[in-house]
């Protein structure tokens, strides 16, 4: 050719000599004329092939980091609420004794572990209180108010934690 023709907004010609554009790979965006794709800023990533903007960049959702464009989930046993955060610092560890699934994105998402049950009140707190006898925690993400008893126990309410022995009811 005479004269180069540039590429459009979302795609790119990385190399000298090349007769096509490419299309803007995933997690960055390419303005007119571009001769790479630009990686979307941190605390944003991008989502889709073919970005023109980096206003097209969104910003990282709750539950992960972003870098480079690329959202990096928390890990498991943390959570994030926040959203276009760009470092790990951001995900929380869960509170002792309880974990939660990857890119958990609020405290509640943190369950306590076997052998543990949920005594908090309130739902923005997770207290994980160790089970005591009568009670059944063999399940992981058990709370207070869901509690299972052994056979043999009862409780007097789903708000007590005070789990009695079934009074002996054999006559003799």
């Not at 990533?45 to 539950?63: D, K, Q, T």
Request: glycine share 10%; aromatic share 6%; hydrophobic share 30%.
């Amino acid at each position: 050719m005479a004269t180069c023709t540039r590429c459009a907004a979302g795609s790119y010609q990385g190399g000298d000599g090349a007769t096509s554009c490419e299309e803007c790979t995933e997690h960055s965006w390419c303005s007119e004329g571009s001769s790479a794709p630009t990686p979307c800023d941190a605390g944003t990533v991008g989502r889709f092939r073919g970005l023109r903007l980096r206003s097209e960049c969104e910003p990282c959702p709750a539950g992960s980091w972003c870098s480079a464009g690329v959202a990096i989930p928390c890990a498991a046993g943390t959570w994030s609420p926040e959203t276009g955060q760009s470092n790990m610092g951001t995900c929380a560890a869960c509170p002792i004794a309880s974990t939660s699934a990857v890119g958990a994105d609020s405290l509640r998402s943190c369950k306590c572990m076997e052998g543990y049950y949920d005594s908090a009140a309130s739902r923005d707190e997770v207290n994980c209180t160790v089970c005591a006898t009568g009670m059944d925690c063999t399940a992981s993400g058990t709370t207070l108010q869901a509690l299972p008893l052994e056979v043999g126990y009862w409780r007097s309410d789903n708000l007590s934690a005070d789990v009695r022995l079934c009074p002996d009811t054999r006559s003799e």
